[in-house]
């Protein structure tokens, strides 16, 4: 029996307070909808269908996997309804996983129990829950048992009396039921209810009246089961989010000077003994090194740097590659295809791009270093740019092994300096300069005696 994902993500989110539909506001920089994407795609190997509604081209613009089904609900007429609309592409023999776009914290592991007690017993025919305890079960649909403790119907807040609001057990939405069971249940749903729409709770009451298996799996985190109805609970998620892979890198070996001021907005990998210090914000894909050091207010997305490196604080890495014991900063940029070898230092207010630097090889203060190759113990002087771009082209410079770049040098590409070539400081170099060679490029000084300073004027 194959297993697909429906996942429900057709609501405006008017509490939001947004243009932008519910299930693309971000936790950990992707969507909502993206990280419940991610997950059926973790437990199902068959066909994810997701039903969307308000915002729906904006959705489907959104998602990049061409193998998503879609279905349109065209009203927002409540999740039976919803999960209706799909239900159409479902094989018959199927089981099948219902989500939510808005609830983007569900581990694999969660769901895995899920689907592994579903298929616990032989029937034919089942209905696995996911439930959760919660100490204010207020706004959630409460879970309802008899007195052998069995799941008799789930009963929305709105619809609950006295003593089903005191009940602590909650629905979380999500279920795996039998594709041929919802094929027979969901038509025969009524909105006669307080919201005046097809609950999909209602099947419960239809699976205990056929005789339908019933089983429950409790999630272990209610944080894990949340959804974001409104900006608060967005943000409660995010650092929910944050403060989890937190604790994930602490136990692999970095340390952190306040887990609660680290955001990762994609896949951050570390070695042992890393050290990373306040506001860090890593993106995409970044791996460090063991004994890598992360000073404060760092952004990094889409780097790998080798071991033993310093990062110094408010550094900017971006699409870079680091070399071990490389030093970066304070106040650096490096853009992305920066290449550093080992044991370059690149220094205050430098910026990098699409530039090669060699073994040992320093720009240690306020200079520009674009679509360059620079060889091996180079020192580039304060002030020092490449002049890569003509308004229209861009183009390389070139400077070999132990060449000495004076402060304040503009060097005019295209431009071949050779091996330990010297340039005089506020050279503008325009022309290749061969090995071995000092280059000096500057207007000649005059000094002129008995010159006056100018003097203010008088007023009237």
Known sequence: MTLEVIILAAGQGSRMRSTLPKVLHPV??????????????AVASSTTHVVIGHGADQVKQSITDPAIQWALQSEQ???????????????????????????????????????????SKASAEQLSLLTVELADPNGYGRIVRNSAAEVTAIVEQKDANAEQLKIGEVNTGI????????KRWLPKLSADNAQGEYYLTDIIAMAVSDGVPINVCQATEPMEVQGANNRIQLEELERFY??????????????LADASRIDVRGTLTTGNDVYIDINCVFEGDVILGDGVRIGPNCHISDTKIASDVEIKANSVLEGAVVGTDCSVGPFARLRPGTVLAAEVKIGNFVETKKANIGIG??????????????????????????????????FKTTLADEVFVGSNTALVAPVTVGKAATIGAGSVITGNIAEGELAVARGKQRNISGWQRPEKLARD
């Open 28 to 41: 950990a920089g992707k969507s909502m909808l993206s990280h419940v994407i991610d997950l059926a795609s």
């Open 77 to 119: 007429n409540g999740t039976g309804h919803a999960v209706a609309q799909a239900l159409p592409a479902v094989s018959d023999d199927a089981r099948v996983l219902i989500l939510y776009g808005d609830v983007p914290l569900t581990t694999p592991e969660t769901i895995e129990k899920l689907i592994a007690t579903s298929v």
């Open 175 to 182: 279920m795996c039921v039998s594709a041929s069971a919802l």
């Open 242 to 255: 944050q403060r989890r892979y937190a604790d994930k890198l602490m136990l692999a070996g970095a340390s």
């Open 361 to 394: 090889s320093k720009v240690s203060h306020l200079s520009y270093i674009g679509d360059a190759e620079i060889g091996s113990n180079v020192n580039v002087g304060a002030g020092t740019i490449t002049c890569n771009y003509d308004g229209v082209n861009k």
